[in-house]
């Protein structure tokens, strides 16, 4: 398969950067061709709702670095959400990038898989509530399946994080994929 991870982490060696890492070493065993979009890295702009993608055959109003993601959204066949908790929400980084979709919307809604991995300081998982909802909200609108949700509670920092086995858990979500 084709399998595209979307991170939103500013944190090149975070939390969610190492549980990408390990989905990535789980997928890429198991014989996946995965490729990565660090959407804190790049420069995307917030969809402004101008409906230009919809109105006119020149696409998004904005040619930024969503010109390289979307080829591989397109022709991906699972893809692969990590963002940190921020505010009881996926992170702006990570968002921005998925409210540009909307550019995509008929060519999105086909057959693809769908996981969604965060992390947060909590050791309860209110925080990610929303999250939860958002990809849930996301994945049955572009009729995806889910293959799986790591919830990463109590995960503030790396030390944190190692205290648990949600590495494991990343390497098997992309295993096992
Ligand atoms: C702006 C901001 C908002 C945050 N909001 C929450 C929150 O609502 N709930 C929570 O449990 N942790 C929250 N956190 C903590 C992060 O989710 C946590 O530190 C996470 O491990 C960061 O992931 P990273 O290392 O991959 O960047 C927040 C952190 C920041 C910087």
């Given at each position: 398969?084709?399998?595209?991870?979307?991170?939103g982490s500013p944190h090149k060696n975070g939390t969610t950067a190492i549980l990408a890492e390990?989905?990535?070493?789980?997928?890429?065993?198991?014989?996946?061709?995965?490729?990565?979009?660090?959407?804190?890295?790049?420069?995307?702009?917030?969809?402004?709702?101008?409906?230009?993608?919809?109105?006119?055959?020149?696409?998004?109003?904005?040619?930024?670095?969503?010109?390289?993601?979307?080829?591989?959204?397109?022709?991906?066949?699972?893809?692969?959400?990590?963002?940190?908790?921020?505010?009881?929400?996926?992170?702006?980084?990570?968002?921005?990038?998925?409210?540009?979709?909307?550019?995509?919307?008929?060519?999105?809604?086909?057959?693809?898989?769908?996981?969604?991995?965060?992390?947060?300081?909590?050791?309860?998982?209110?925080?990610?509530?929303?999250?939860?909802?958002?990809?849930?909200?996301?994945?049955?609108?572009?009729?995806?399946?889910?293959?799986?949700?790591?919830?990463?509670?109590?995960?503030?920092?790396?030390?944190?994080?190692?205290?648990?086995?949600?590495?494991?858990?990343?390497?098997?979500?992309?295993?096992?994929?």
């Amino acid at each position: 398969m084709k399998v595209l991870v979307i991170t939103g982490s500013p944190h090149k060696n975070g939390t969610t950067a190492i549980l990408a890492e390990k989905f990535i070493n789980g997928a890429t065993e198991a014989g996946h061709e995965v490729s990565c979009f660090n959407a804190a890295f790049k420069n995307v702009h917030p969809c402004i709702a101008c409906e230009k993608c919809h109105n006119t055959d020149t696409g998004c109003a904005f040619k930024d670095d969503m010109e390289e993601l979307n080829p591989k959204l397109l022709e991906a066949d699972a893809i692969i959400f990590i963002s940190p908790i921020y505010y009881y929400a996926m992170n702006a980084q990570i968002k921005t990038v998925i409210d540009r979709f909307y550019a995509n919307d008929a060519a999105l809604h086909k057959n693809k898989k769908a996981a969604l991995i965060v992390t947060m300081a909590d050791d309860t998982t209110e925080s990610a509530d929303g999250a939860i909802a958002s990809f849930k909200g996301m994945t049955n609108f572009l009729e995806w399946d889910i293959a799986g949700i790591i919830t990463g509670v109590a995960c503030g920092d790396v030390d944190a994080l190692n205290k648990t086995d949600y590495p494991e858990q990343a390497y098997a979500l992309g295993k096992n994929l």
